[in-house]
């Protein structure tokens, strides 16, 4: 009988940048939110008992600023070390040899696998093997595979392995190979990162992705975390262990909504069926995206900070730190009859603003002034809505294509 956990894309400290632009971020808590999952991921190896701990690549999240990253991963591995419990790691592209300019002593119970071979690591006790390889630049593209020693007969045998796989679209193709591949090398479990969604590839063997530890940002919404890996004659379970923050993307239609009281009531609502659903455990940070063709959309129109404002009140109302408001996006557009029935004049502007992205020279007139407004704002102004930076890049055509029917929308509701 052993028992392991299976963690990946760790990125400790990796920075997060912007919170500062958003009233009421809990700066603090997401900061540190990485090396809180990290030292609950240690709590859970001690609670559990396990016999070892891997880490498939991106412990860290590129070159440390200062020496505290390290000294804290040494803090954590001692605990482990003090119990006995070794820990085999394989950096991947972001704690690549060449990326980490800083280098402590590590504790003796943690190994690390070379970047010039792939290595195996006996656990004679266990009669586990574990094989690994570490990134020795970033940019490692040759398929790592192929040097992977073969299976010992009688051992239960685990592919430590920091790749995309072929295909993933969604990740750089670093160390790329198939899954056909993995499987047919006779390992009973390939314990891979780089991929930050959890997935279990196959079972037999055992192919998993055991995402990253800690969602940073509202793009790794839902549950993330490690895997706790059990075996006994042959036979291999896994579960999994969860983050200590968790990003959502909350989708709320206001098809329905006729007003912007009753927008802020339907995300109310929609809010507290997300803290009912996810329990009280954690802190939940929120993007919220309003959509559907609605006769409250000329009454958003302009109002996007007030708009945040009375959801996070709402969300307060609910609990008071556990969710936080993100940001608050306005998707919808008005019914399709918004405009009927309307004079020449209306249908003219509404001609006209159709036109508008399509027309160089006006974009670049407009371009001008919004350019010629941000050059004079307050530098307070151009902190508090990072939305004003693509207007200073230039990027015109989506405001416009954003503005344009809450403008319209807002003069047929005579607003």
Not at 6 to 17: E, F, K, N, T, V
Not at 31 to 52: E, G, N
Not at 264 to 270: C, E, Q
Not at 349 to 357: E, I, T, V
Request: glycine share 8%; hydrophobic share 45%; charged share 25%.
């Amino acid at each position: 009988m052993f028992r392991f956990i299976h963690a990946a894309d760790i990125h400790l400290d990796s920075p997060l940048r912007g919170l500062s632009a958003h009233e009421g971020a809990p700066v603090a808590t997401l900061r540190t939110a990485t090396r809180l999952a990290f030292s609950r991921l240690v709590d859970a190896a001690l609670s559990q008992s396990i016999d070892f701990l891997v880490l498939a690549g991106d412990l860290y999240d590129g070159d440390w600023r200062d020496y505290n990253t390290g000294l804290f991963f040494c803090r954590e591995m001692g605990r482990l070390n003090r119990a006995g419990i070794p820990v085999l790691v394989a950096y991947g592209n972001h704690d690549a040899e060449s990326e980490i300019s800083k280098r402590l002593p590590l504790p003796e119970n943690v190994r690390v696998f070379s970047t010039r071979a792939a290595e195996t690591v006996r656990l004679e006790g266990l009669r586990v093997a574990v094989h690994g390889r570490s990134f020795k630049e970033a940019v490692t593209t040759e398929n790592l595979v192929p040097g992977y020693p073969a299976p010992l007969p009688g051992w239960v045998n685990i592919g430590l392995l920091h790749t995309a796989l072929e295909g993933n679209a969604a990740h750089a193709t670093y160390a790329p190979c198939s899954l056909a591949e993995l499987c047919a090398h006779g390992y009973d479990y390939w314990a891979l990162g780089h991929v930050h969604e959890y997935a279990v590839l196959s079972e037999d063997p055992w192919v998993v992705y055991p995402g990253n530890l800690q969602g940073r940002h509202v793009r790794e919404c839902g549950p993330r975390g490690a895997v706790l890996v059990s075996g006994e004659a042959g036979r291999i379970g896994i579960e999994r262990l969860i983050d200590v923050v968790r990003w959502n993307h909350l989708r709320v239609d206001v098809s329905d909504r006729a007003s912007f009281d009753a927008v802020v009531d339907a995300v109310g609502t929609a809010l507290a069926r997300l803290r009912d659903a996810e329990g009280d455990e954690r802190p939940l940070p929120v993007r919220i995206s309003l959509f559907g063709q609605t006769a409250a959309h000329g009454a958003l129109f302009g109002l996007e900070r007030q708009l945040r404002a009375e959801i996070a009140a709402r969300a307060a109302g609910l609990v008071s730190e556990q969710l936080w408001v993100e940001r608050v996006v306005i998707e919808t557009s008005p019914p399709a009859a918004a405009l009927a029935g309307r004079g020449d004049a209306l249908a003219d502007l509404q001609a006209f603003l159709d036109a508008a992205p399509e027309d160089a020279d006006l974009r670049q007139e407009i371009t001008a002034v919004l350019q010629d407004f941000i050059a004079k704002a307050p530098h307070e102004l151009l902190q508090a809505l990072p939305e004003l930076e693509p207007i200073r890049q230039g990027e015109i055509e989506p405001l416009i294509r954003r503005v344009a029917p809450a403008l319209l929308a807002r003069i047929a509701t005579g607003d």
